[in-house]
């Protein structure tokens, strides 16, 4: 059973613009929600990660917002540059030590 | 910030030998490290937990004896691929859990091709 579901599959956005991903959860006990940028034929780096008690945070040209009673989180990407171009996924655990359940990722390319 | 370095980055390797994959946490101790298995243009599916000097804990469907895991010590893991076929040619990850800072931080990954 899928517990992080992500949206959209890929995305195509001008540079400059803001990209937008999306994700959904159903283990209410989750409370670390972590968004991963992952470039081919590299692992994942942490971007941005968020806890339940704040409804969003911002690092850079990255957002986080939150929704708690939704049970849904987004990541927002400002000034999106071709850089940028990198697959995201976002994630979810609960307790210390346990493991992350990931969404199904995301394919973003910027074009210049 | 934390560090994980994982080794090697690549590897062929004949059908029928043993590779094993190396996890290192470099600047922190990590008592739980995991290990993923991706496919093309796919998210990372967990194939087990292992903590220092007890066994590890693997998903349903992965076989444990043809994927041996070992963490003797709270910087090292270990992946074994044993007996190795062209199936199990793929892109393993391992992440480490730093309790400093209570992120997953992940290695480079290795890239195994089986011929």
């Known amino acids: 059973q899928q517990q992080v579901k992500q949206s959209p599959q890929s995305l195509i956005v001008q540079k400059g613009g803001i990209s937008i991903i999306n994700c959904a959860y159903e283990n209410t006990a989750f409370d670390y929600f972590p968004w991963y940028q992952q470039f081919p034929g590299k692992g994942p780096a942490l971007l941005i990660a968020i806890r339940p008690d704040v409804s969003e945070k911002k690092e850079g040209r990255f957002t986080i917002s939150f929704n708690k009673s939704a049970k849904q989180f987004s990541l927002h990407i400002m000034d999106s540059q071709p850089g940028d171009s990198a697959t995201y996924f976002c994630a979810a655990t609960y307790a210390a030590g346990n493991k992350l359940t990931f969404g199904g990722g995301t394919r973003v390319l910027v074009k210049p | 910030g934390a560090v994980v370095s994982q080794h090697p980055s690549w590897v062929i390797c004949k059908s029928g030998t043993s590779v094993k994959i190396e996890c290192r946490s470099l600047d922190f101790q990590a008592t739980t490290m995991f290990w993923y298995r991706q496919f093309p243009k796919q998210s990372l599916m967990l194939m087990a937990t292992?903590?220092?000097?007890?066994?590890?804990?693997?998903e349903q469907g992965v076989e444990k004896d043809k994927f041996l895991i070992n963490h003797a010590s709270l910087t090292l893991s270990t992946l074994t691929v044993t007996s190795a076929h062209p199936e199990d040619s793929s892109f393993y990850i391992c992440?480490?859990?730093?309790?400093?800072?209570?992120?997953?931080?992940f290695g480079s990954g290795t890239r195994l091709t089986v011929v």
């Open positions: 292992s903590n220092e000097g007890s066994k590890a804990t693997y």
């Open positions: 992440s480490a859990r730093d309790l400093e800072t209570d992120g997953y931080t």
